[in-house]
């Protein structure tokens, strides 16, 4: 029996069921806010179909809502509510292979013939399915763009590809996508998901030629890295317009108020768009006029350091639960993204360039692995030999530490840390004595200060204890991140009553 009240609206999945034409071939796989993608397996073909307008009751009375109006809450909820199989972006990569010409395309001017068969390269689909909008960051291993999905011109949200130029290395490749197909199975709240990867090629400089880069599509943190998070409370510019800091107290100037103002803007038609750009950018300017030299800084309040250390803590934990190394933990690697309802944003674990599976990879390193400043002692050169030691999940619990140090105290321990008093001294000279530093540090040791100060900002003394403990410099005396994981979730690290608190010692 059917229910035909008019107070119960269709489920998302019945109401895309709805939408799909009479022929039962097409099936729905992608949804976006008032836009359906319709799949034919048979003929592997796409289309795109305007959402159905329906009358939902309003959540408070019940009566029926004029078309087209929505809950502030609802559009967030319907940002989040894609209806896509995990292989949508591979089916995009079928339905581009069907459609393209067999007759190859002529090599452009200044384009050597590729290393690869054109088999394994899937030329066109970033032009076809993406609009590249700017870039995001930059690393050893590639440069990460934020990106617009696009089908035949219509939009259908925003996506982070990550470009890395592989050249003529099949061994190279081999190995990066070895580590792709491992992090596209990976599904944890607490971890960036990992949707795509195909090659392609593309040309990185304006003079440079095009050559054979693999692009690797990934979830979009709107809320920026952990770094950006910082740098805002620390009164420094943010590299997203939306994300700047405010002396404002008014709370349509709030970040998560400009952050709704920049979805607005991404869901607005291309007109309107422009306009949302330019009036943004009028505010943030605004913002920044008249300031003096002097800026506040505002810590990190007890609830924001939990809460972003327990999420970090669970994603490092998962990871290592599936004999998976990070070894590039820091606060730029540890993405945001605001949930609805929530007003601390949900912290993501991301770049994975340098992990490694402890189940399968060698017993050899042939170089320092992650960024300088988060890396273990061990996992420098030794100053005797200058031989480089194995590493295991020790080092990723060091880093984690550090992460936990900037959180609290918003620099590292470091003189020559980036955030440290340097000297004007050249960059190589810095990162010899930053080394020197890393290999001559004995650890973070508390003291009745510290105590009283924590006290003072109402932070549990379980945090300095967890200091001592992560960042000793004898790796066997680290506690794992499943214990430290355990301790959170059984109350022993928390920001009301703090339980227990010497077993943290004893992980």
């Given at each position: 029996m059917f229910d035909e009240s008019p107070s119960q609206p269709p489920s998302p999945a019945q109401a895309l069921v709805a939408l799909a034409p009479l022929e039962p071939e097409w099936q729905p796989v992608f949804q976006a806010s008032n836009q359906v993608v319709l799949y034919n397996p048979t003929s592997h073909a796409l289309t795109i179909h305007p959402n159905a307008t329906h009358c939902f009751p309003c959540p408070y009375c019940r009566r029926p809502l004029p078309p087209g109006f929505a809950l502030e809450e609802d559009i967030h909820i319907r940002e989040r509510s894609y209806s896509r199989p995990s292989n949508y972006f591979k089916l995009l990569s079928v339905s581009s292979e069907t459609s393209r010409t067999s007759t190859p395309p002529p090599l452009a001017s200044g384009t050597s013939q590729s290393a690869f068969p054109r088999q394994a390269?899937?030329?066109?689909?970033?032009?076809?399915?993406?609009?590249?909008?700017?870039?995001?960051?930059?690393?050893?291993?590639?440069?990460?763009?934020?990106?617009?999905?696009?089908?035949?011109?219509?939009?259908?949200?925003h996506f982070a590809v990550k470009k890395i130029a592989v050249g003529e290395s099949h061994s190279y490749l081999l190995s990066i996508l070895r580590e792709i197909r491992l992090l596209e199975t990976l599904r944890h709240r607490n971890i960036i998901t990992y949707h795509h990867a195909w090659l392609e090629s593309y040309q990185f400089s304006s003079f440079g030629p095009k050559i054979p880069t693999l692009h690797v599509l990934m979830q979009w943190a709107e809320g920026g890295s952990l770094d950006d998070f910082i740098d805002v409370r620390l009164g420094r510019p943010s590299r997203l317009p939306y994300l700047q800091s405010s002396s404002s107290s008014s709370p349509s100037d709030s970040p998560s108020a400009r952050?709704?103002?920049?979805?607005?803007?991404?869901r607005a038609p291309p007109e309107e768009r422009e306009r949302?750009?330019?009036e943004m950018e009028e505010k943030a300017a605004a913002r920044n006029t008249g300031k003096t030299s002097w800026k506040a800084v505002h810590l990190l309040s007890a609830e924001e350091v939990q809460s972003l250390f327990s999420d970090v803590v669970e994603g490092l934990?998962?990871?290592?639960?599936?004999?998976?190394?990070?070894?590039?933990?820091?606060?730029?690697?540890?993405?945001?993204?605001?949930?609805?309802g929530k007003l601390i944003p949900r912290a993501m674990l991301s770049d994975f360039g340098t992990s490694r599976d402890m189940l399968q990879?060698?017993?050899?390193?042939?170089?320092?692995?992650?960024?300088?400043?988060?890396?273990?002692?061990?996992?420098?050169?030794?100053?005797?030999?200058?031989?480089?030691?194995?590493?295991?999940?020790?080092?990723?619990m060091w880093s984690l530490g550090m992460i936990l140090h900037k959180m609290l105290f918003f620099r590292l321990p470091y003189r020559y840390a980036s955030d440290g008093e340097r000297s004007e001294e050249g960059e190589v000279d810095i990162l010899n004595k930053l080394e020197?530093?890393?290999?001559?540090?004995?650890?973070?040791?508390?003291?009745?200060?510290?105590?009283?100060?924590?006290?003072?900002?109402r932070l549990p003394r379980a945090f300095l204890i967890l200091l001592e403990t992560l960042?000793?410099?004898?790796?066997?005396?680290?506690?794992?991140?499943?214990?430290?994981?355990?301790?959170i979730r059984e109350g022993r690290v928390c920001t009301g009553a703090l339980l227990r608190?010497?077993?943290l010692i004893t992980f």
């Open positions: 390269m899937a030329e066109g689909y970033f032009k076809k399915f993406f609009q590249e909008e700017y870039r995001l960051g930059m690393g050893a291993y590639g440069s990460v763009y934020l990106c617009q999905h696009v089908l035949d011109g219509n939009p259908l949200g952050i709704r103002q920049f979805r607005a803007m991404q949302l750009r330019r934990s998962f990871l290592h639960s599936r004999s998976i190394l990070h070894l590039d933990l820091k606060p730029g690697n540890v993405l945001l993204t605001h949930d609805e990879s060698s017993g050899s390193r042939s170089g320092n692995t992650g960024t300088l400043e988060y890396a273990s002692p061990e996992s420098l050169p030794s100053p005797q030999t200058g031989l480089l030691k194995e590493v295991d999940s020790k080092s990723d020197q530093e890393i290999l001559g540090y004995s650890g973070f040791r508390s003291t009745s200060s510290l105590s009283a100060a924590f006290e003072s900002r960042l000793s410099v004898i790796p066997s005396s680290r506690p794992s991140c499943e214990r430290i994981a355990g301790a608190v010497t077993s």
